[in-house]
Structures are given as structure tokens and as C-alpha cells.
């Protein structure tokens, strides 16, 4: 395959390096997907602050990095992800630097459900070609996004899932991404299909075994049919040194339902930007945040939900506590269409800054063209309530401890969400321990 | 009753008449040489030379804003006549010498100066097109060592002052139009309020464009000194034109020490017919320095016309414990384009900020609110409470809200909370159980929605405001 650069950005050159060796796929379609995507990878910039949409995320510690596409991954054993795994997730993908790791993973054709397909694209996409295309590289769209571009670019395999028609799996799927090895740019990619009248939970679980630098580039898909249900838990333990870029899109059918909970608590820069599209009438989605950050660490948000039908309903919660030097961005666009109307939308982002050093910048935004809607938006940022300090030192708390108490508990309220009881328990550990290490 | 509403909206700007009066016009174009005439002209000391010729270079270097959620044709700003002013037949000395032609046009508009003056007891600096024609109620206000005198007079009068704070709330390269404003004003308002002197009265200004083509450049600069307070009305309708005229106005607000200004601005020009064509482009940098402890600076609008308004009163708090307000009504109909909202800078301790903003839409035009609450670092205890609400008529305008909050202090409090809604047939229904019609529940509804900013209104002007809101849009919900 053969690629031209007309962007003279060296940096991008250097992530594109590794694109040809992908082997052609069979599947024409599959190949001018990928061929479209190189090229407009190609073409656009890397983003800076003078772009709106990165107006307060700062990429050039990125671009001073360089990074290699990972060639091959190291051979794990199962006792070295065995802490990451969770005893309700039976059915587990496993991605070492983006590359499938079968002999740790556990599809589902190996449990016997009938019907149901978790395992990964590469050996799956023939097979379901008719009933992957209409899905693959739709709503992750690339044109104007470099991040989304260059996932799409090193498309070759991934994560995926296939719930069938009226399916409703009671058991969650792990998809386990874990990043190994220093200055390796990696492509995460994964798709999700839920049928008309299914039902599921996905765990996408982004990890690192060490303090590496590195670069994860994920691009997550998701089809909601009519009347199914997805439940979406994203958690991002990247390397505290490590850059996170997530990309998601969303589409829903009618009456569709999407869950979403995604906790960010590691990189030194991380950007998730969670697309959702409302395409049919009567759906539902509810998206929920927490960022939990400290050191010189940057997590940003953007959400866009987008109400293209009338009769849908939209829910938003989304939290950020830094900590240290970090920096909080949420950006929460809601965006409700000529004609959608009886659209029910409600957001809110709730900000807690614990140091002086630390920063939020935060942006709710309504963009309505219909005149019947509810659309209701509300932000705060502030500190710790000096009158609940109180209560609590009063009931006999130390100061650490009531603080602590407080935030974990503001943060806890996100992670209350989530379906899955041994993931709550653990984060809410994970919360605990780090905002012990809060200096009053 | 969708009827009634349609032509309640559609009530025909009622100020759209030309007032014909020689004019001394500058030739079109922007250049140095257009910079220096308007200077020679106006009599201009070298400093406010230098300042213009300043601003015109940085305004080269610049490029129009392309953030605002507005479209427009690119203007041409070579096809602009920068200077025009009525030809001055003599001096005058009392209100029987002014120009009866441009007294009747004050009468249209149903603001008989000499009335008004002595009715509301308002000192009126009456600016038409850009000079200053009579100015009344200036020996009262001299009284109390108060000066109110168009910007030109004061250049002239009081060149100490002005060189003191001209340009340093909006410096001459802040942004496109605020640079061009610099580089070309015209004429505009200069209030001075000495220390601790209370103004005895509202003072309030009427802007007028007039000859076509035009575009209008005014310039404010009020300056609060220590303990002194002052309310401040500005009131605006122009006449109606098929092509688009520009308005880059610039307005500076420095309160010293416990000073205390309120702003209160009610704009009416016109927006173009409903076809959305023609109407003023309304690009205005207003900005209010609260430089010392305790100051407050206050603004009100009501924006009900213009094309096109992109606009946001801003209040840099620098002083501790100081405040600024925001409290806005904004209409837009037919294919009317607002972008406005306020930017309220914290930089000193405790300081405190409040906005409350309400959109209107209705027809095909689109309502943004914009808005920037910035903590910096040093502003510990600030505190910040934004209510943005729209309400929408018709489902082919469109609602935004782009509210900015960055927070860099631990020890700031931000609230920030934004709704949307439409008049709902119960509430009709609840008025028409009650014997009041549509029209007059609609009316009153919308009353009560902006209740709220209306209430910071002076008196006069909470009743032009109702009245304005009546035209435009009482009876439009169905």
C-alpha cells in the first residue's frame, strides 16, 4: 500500500511508519477504509491550542516523544495479569501494546453461548463481514479527527462484540488493553454490536505494568440496536507518565439504551472524547464521568450528545477532582436537532480542586434548534465544604480523615454506577488510597 | 392564535425614517491619510494622533474574529465613509438653535429633548451621527464637579484625564473591532465622578446613526474616583436601511476605590426586514475596570435589534472584595444573529460576580450565550453565580450557551446553571381560565421571565424595555 504525506509534520511521519507493514485484507471494503483513513491522517494536523476543541490541552509534551509501532509484544503469563482480572467477567479479551493475545484470553464461543461473539476482528471479519461493515469505521468518523484517522489507519484487529437478536448476556465482557513497553504507539480498537432487543455489559480496562511512556490511541465503536442495551464501563489506569487519546462513538436505535461510566485515573495526558448520536426516536442515554487526578496530570473530556430524533432522553453526570498540579477539562456539548423535539436533556459537571496549584476549566454547552425540549445544564467548582469538615471533626475525624472521607465520597458517586461489583470495590480502593495521599 | 403572535413579531420597526441634513462626509476607505483627517478635523492634540495611527497598525496585523457562533457577509471595510458630520451652520447657545429638522427627528423617536429633560430630569448628551449637538443639564452637573461632555470636548478640555485612562480597559490591540474603534472614533461620551460625590441624576446619552453607509464609532470612558457613584444610561435606534451598516463601538468603565458604576444599555437598532436584509452589525467591546477595593461595576442590557450583536460586557475584577454584574435580555427574531454574553475576570481576594442572562429566539434567528468566568490563582474567596435560561418561540430559531469556566483557585466557589423552555399551552390555558387572552399571557410571561434583569433597570427604562419586548414578540408563542 502506498502512502503520500503531504504534511510535512515529521512527528506524524513517524507514527505512519509503521502503517504498510499492515498485511491487505481480503475484504475490499476493509482496505479503502484503511486506505481513506492513511490519507486523511496524512493530510491533517496535529492539533494545538489554538483549536477550540484543544484549547486547554497542551499535545506538544507528545510531540516531543518519539514512538515506534510496537512490532511484537511480549508473551505474558496469566499470573502476570491475574490482578487485573475480575471474577464476574467470564468471557475476557486480552491486548498486549495492541496486539491479541489469545492464549489469555477467553472468547465467547468457548463458553457456549449461542449466538453471542467476543473475540477478536481480525479472525472474526470474514467470516461476519455483512454484518460488520455497515458498523466498522461509521461512527468514528476521521475526517476531520487525526487521532481517529490514525487509529484507522492501523486497523487490523481489535475487540469484538456481537450480541445477537434478543439476547440478554447477564455476564460481563473484559476487554483487558494492556500497554507494556516504552515508546510504542498503540492503536486500540473495538467495536460493539448490540442487536435489536439484546442486552450486555462491556468493561473496556486500559492498564499498564509499568511507568513506561508510551502512547495509547484507542478508537472504541459502539451500535445500539432497537430496543437493546449496552452497558459501557471505560477505566483508564494508564502509566502516570504515559498519553491516552480515546475516541468513542455511539449510536442508537430506537429505544435504544446506552450506560456509560468512564473513570479516568492515570496518563500524564489524557483526552477521551465520547461521541454520541440519538439516531432513532424514544433513546436513552446516560453518561457518566470521573476524572481523579494529581502530580502535573491533565485529563480531559469531551462529550457531545447529540439529539437527532425527537423523544429522547439524555443524562450526564460528570465529576473531576485534582489534586497537586493537575489540570481538569471537561467540555459537554449538547446538541439538540431541527426537530427533535420532547427532547429531555439534563447535565451537570461537578468540579473539586484540593490544591492551590491545581485547575479546571470546564465547558457545558446547549446548542438547540427545537422549541418544546427540557434541557436543563449545570457546572460547579469549588473545595471542600469547611461546614462538613467540621460536622465530621466534630464526630471525632481527624482532619486527613474528614477530608478524605469527603472527597472519596464525591467521588464515589460516579463509581456507584458501575454494574460490576468486584470493579467497585476495587476503584473505590484505588479512590480511597489516592486520596489519602491529599496534603491538607 | 399562532396569528396573533405571527404579527406581533412582525410589528414594523417603528423608528425607520432618514433625516436629511447636509453632511460633511469623508471620502470612503480606510488609510492613514482618512486617520489623519479625522484628526485634523476634530482639532486633535498629537498624543490622540499617535494613539490612532497606533491602533490602525495593530488593526492591519489582525484578522476578524471567526470564533462567534454568527454569520455574515465579509465586510468591505475599504467602502466605509469613517467621518461624517452634520455641517455646523453656527455656534449655539440654546435649544432653539439646533437644526429643527433634528429635533423632529428626536420627536419621531418620542424623545423630546427639552421634555425629557425637564420631565425625567435625565441630562441627555445627544449625540447625532457623530458630533455632539446640545448637551443639557452640564451646569448642574458641573455644580458638583461632575464633567459629562462628548469625548472630542474633553479631549479638548481636559487632555490630563482623558491621556490618563483612554485605552487602558480596552488597550488599542485588544481585538479587530476594538482596534479599528481606536484607530477611527469619532465622537462619543467622556464622564468623570469625582471623589465621593454621588451623581444627583441618571445620565444617559441617545445614539443615532444617520447617513448611510456610515458605519459609527463611538467611544465611552467613565471614570469613577474613590467613593463616588454613577448610573449610566445608554439607549439606541437607527433608522432603516437596506445595506448593513457597522457599529464598533468601544465603552471603558474605571471604578476607583468603593466606587460604584452601573451601566444600563437598551439597544434598538435597526435588524434588518424579515427577510434578513439589511440591519446593523453591532461588533462592541464594552469593558468595566473594578480597580479599586470594593468597587462595583454593574451591567445591564436589553438587546432587542441589530443583524448582527456580538457583545460582551466584561468587568476585570482587580480590587479586593469588588463586584461585577451582568444582567442581560436578549431578543432575536426573524433572521436576527446574536452572539453576546460576559466575561467577569477575579483577580483580587473576595471577589464576587453574579450573571443572569435570557435569550429569546423566535422566527429563524439564533441566540447564543457566551460567557467566561475565569478564577485567577491570586483570587482567593471569589465567588461566581451564572443563570442562563432561553426560551425559544418556533422551532426554526435556535438556542446556544457556551459557557467558559476556568478556575485556578481552591478557594473559589463557581456556580454556573442554564435552562430552556418555551411558553407551554398549560400556562396559556392557565392565563385563559383566568379571562386574560394569549397576547396578554404571552406577554406576561415573557415579562416574567426576564423579571429578574428588568428589575435592574432604571425606571424609565424597565418601561421602554417592557414596551420593546411587547413589539417584538408578545402574542409570538402559540
Not at chain 1, 442486552?199 to 508510551?214: C, K, P, Q, R
Not at chain 1, 492515570?266 to 440519538?278: C, E, F, H, Q
Not at chain 2, 445627544?126 to 472630542?152: H, M, P, R
Not at chain 2, 433597570?457 to 418601561?463: C, N, Y
Request: hydrophobic residues 40%.
Amino acid at each position: 500500500m502506498s502512502m503520500s504525506l503531504v504534511n510535512s509534520n515529521s512527528y506524524l511521519e513517524s507514527l505512519l511508519r509503521g502503517q504498510p507493514r499492515l498485511p491487505p485484507s481480503p475484504l475490499a471494503w476493509f482496505n479503502q477504509l484503511r486506505a481513506n483513513a492513511v490519507d486523511h491522517a496524512g493530510r491533517l494536523k496535529l492539533p494545538t491550542t489554538r483549536d477550540e476543541e484543544w484549547r486547554f490541552t497542551d499535545l506538544s509534551p507528545l510531540v516531543r516523544q518519539s514512538f515506534q509501532p510496537a512490532l511484537a509484544a511480549p508473551a505474558l503469563q496469566a499470573a502476570d495479569v491475574e490482578r487485573f482480572s475480575l471474577a464476574e467477567a467470564a468471557i475476557r479479551l486480552v491486548f498486549v501494546d495492541g496486539k491479541y493475545m489469545p492464549q489469555l484470553s477467553t472468547p465467547a464461543e468457548r463458553l457456549g453461548n449461542r449466538g453471542l461473539i467476543v473475540t477478536n476482528l481480525s479472525s472474526a471479519i470474514t467470516a461476519n463481514a455483512e454484518a460488520i461493515e455497515p458498523h466498522l469505521g461509521q461512527y468514528a468518523r476521521f475526517e476531520d479527527n487525526l487521532f481517529a484517522a490514525l487509529n484507522t489507519a492501523f486497523l487490523h484487529d481489535g475487540a469484538l462484540v456481537m450480541v445477537p437478536r434478543g439476547a440478554a448476556i447477564d455476564t460481563p465482557v473484559h476487554v483487558l488493553l494492556i500497554a507494556t513497553q516504552p515508546e510504542v504507539a498503540s492503536h486500540p480498537r473495538c467495536l460493539f454490536i448490540a442487536e435489536a432487543g439484546s442486552e450486555i455489559t462491556i468493561l473496556e480496562d486500559y492498564v499498564s505494568l509499568n511507568d513506561a511512556i508510551y502512547v495509547t490511541n484507542a478508537v472504541t465503536e459502539i451500535a445500539v440496536g432497537d430496543n437493546a442495551q449496552i452497558s459501557h464501563i471505560r477505566v483508564q489506569r494508564d502509566s502516570t507518565e504515559a498519553f491516552h487519546i480515546g475516541n468513542c462513538a455511539v449510536s442508537l436505535g430506537h429505544a435504544g439504551r446506552y450506560r456509560s461510566v468512564s473513570v479516568a485515573l492515570g496518563a500524564r495526558i489524557s483526552r477521551y472524547d465520547l461521541n454520541t448520536v440519538l439516531d432513532a426516536e424514544g433513546a436513552e442515554c446516560a453518561i457518566d464521568g470521573l476524572a481523579l487526578i494529581n502530580g502535573r496530570q491533565l485529563a480531559d473530556t469531551h462529550s457531545s450528545i447529540d439529539h437527532a430524533k425527537p423523544n429522547c432522553t439524555s443524562r450526564q453526570l460528570h465529576k473531576c477532582i485534582a489534586d497537586g498540579s493537575a489540570h481538569a477539562v471537561f467540555n459537554g456539548k449538547i446538541m439538540v436537532r431541527p426537530g427533535a423535539q420532547n427532547t429531555d436533556s439534563a447535565q451537570s459537571s461537578r468540579n473539586l480542586l484540593l490544591n492551590a496549584k491545581a485547575r479546571i476549566d470546564t465547558k457545558p454547552q446547549l446548542e438547540i434548534f427545537a422549541d418544546d425540549v427540557k434541557c436543563a445544564h449545570g457546572a460547579t467548582v469549588g473545595q471542600l465544604d469547611s461546614e462538613e469538615l467540621f460536622y465530621l471533626k466534630s464526630r471525632g475525624l481527624s482532619g486527613a480523615a474528614a477530608r478524605n472521607l469527603l472527597t472519596y465520597a464525591f467521588g464515589a458517586e460516579i463509581i456507584d454506577r458501575i454494574p460490576i461489583a468486584s470493579l467497585k470495590y476495587r476503584l473505590e480502593r484505588t479512590v480511597l488510597e489516592q486520596t489519602k495521599k491529599t496534603e491538607p | 392564535m399562532s396569528a396573533v403572535l405571527q404579527n406581533l413579531v412582525n410589528q414594523p420597526y417603528k423608528h425607520g425614517f432618514v433625516t436629511e441634513i447636509e453632511s460633511d462626509i469623508a471620502p470612503k476607505g480606510l488609510n492613514e491619510d482618512i486617520i489623519r483627517l479625522i484628526s485634523t478635523k476634530k482639532n486633535e492634540p498629537a498624543w490622540l494622533l499617535d494613539f490612532r495611527l497606533k491602533a490602525y497598525q495593530q488593526w492591519l496585523k489582525m484578522e476578524e474574529p471567526k470564533w462567534p457562533n454568527v454569520k455574515y457577509r465579509q465586510i468591505d471595510f475599504q467602502a466605509i465613509s469613517y467621518y461624517a458630520a452634520p455641517k455646523p451652520k453656527k455656534k449655539l447657545n440654546s435649544m432653539d438653535e439646533v437644526d429643527p429638522e433634528l429635533l423632529r427627528t428626536f420627536e419621531k423617536l418620542g424623545v423630546p429633548m427639552h421634555e425629557r429633560a425637564a420631565l425625567a430630569g435625565v441630562a441627555v448628551d445627544v449625540i447625532f451621527d457623530s458630533v455632539s449637538v446640545a448637551t443639557t443639564y452640564k451646569q448642574k452637573l458641573a455644580e458638583v464637579g461632575i464633567i459629562f461632555c462628548s469625548i472630542s470636548e474633553a479631549v479638548h478640555a481636559y487632555p490630563e484625564l482623558v491621556k490618563q485612562y483612554l485605552g487602558t480597559v480596552v488597550p488599542v490591540g485588544d481585538n479587530y473591532y476594538a482596534a479599528l474603534n481606536s484607530a477611527v472614533f469619532t465622537d462619543g461620551t467622556f464622564c468623570f465622578i469625582p471623589k465621593g460625590v454621588k451623581c444627583p441624576m441618571d445620565l444617559s446619552t441617545y445614539f443615532r446613526i444617520n447617513t448611510e453607509e456610515s458605519g459609527q464609532f463611538e467611544r465611552t470612558l467613565i471614570v469613577a474616583e474613590e467613593g463616588s457613584s454613577v448610573s449610566y444610561l445608554e439607549g439606541c435606534t437607527a433608522p432603516r436601511f437596506d445595506t448593513n451598516q457597522l457599529h464598533a463601538a468601544v465603552v471603558e468603565l474605571i471604578a476607583l476605590d468603593n466606587a460604584d458604576i452601573k451601566y444600563s444599555t437598551v439597544q434598538n437598532w435597526y435588524a434588518g426586514d424579515e427577510k434578513g436584509v439589511g440591519g446593523i452589525y453591532n461588533f462592541v467591546t464594552k469593558r468595566g475596570l473594578a480597580k479599586g477595593a470594593n468597587s462595583r461595576i454593574s451591567w445591564t442590557q436589553v438587546e432587542t435589534g441589530s443583524a448582527i450583536t456580538w457583545k460582551y460586557p466584561s468587568c476585570i475584577l482587580q480590587g479586593e472584595n469588588s463586584v461585577g454584574e451582568f444582567y442581560s435580555v436578549a431578543v432575536t427574531n426573524n433572521y436576527q444573529q446574536a452572539d453576546t454574553g460576559t466575561k467577569m475576570i477575579h483577580i483580587g481576594k473576595n471577589t464576587r460576580s453574579t450573571i443572569v442572562s435570557k435569550g429569546i429566539s423566535a422566527g429563524h434567528s439564533n441566540n447564543s450565550y457566551r460567557g467566561l468566568v475565569r478564577i485567577a490563582p491570586t483570587a482567593s474567596g471569589a465567588r461566581n453565580y451564572s443563570q442562563c435560561d432561553s426560551m425559544l418561540i418556533g422551532d426554526q430559531c435556535g438556542a446556544h450557551t457556551f459557557p467558559y469556566i476556568q478556575v485556578r483557585n481552591q478557594n473559589a466557589k463557581v456556580e454556573h446553571e442554564a435552562s430552556t423552555s418555551k411558553i407551554g399551552e398549560d400556562q396559556l390555558f392557565y392565563f385563559a381560565q383566568r379571562g386574560i387572552g394569549n397576547e396578554e399571557a404571552v406577554s406576561m410571561i415573557i415579562n416574567g421571565f426576564c423579571k429578574d434583569v428588568f428589575q435592574q433597570l432604571p425606571m424609565e427604562f424597565a418601561v421602554e424595555a417592557t414596551k420593546l419586548l411587547g413589539f417584538k414578540l408578545e402574542g409570538s408563542v402559540g
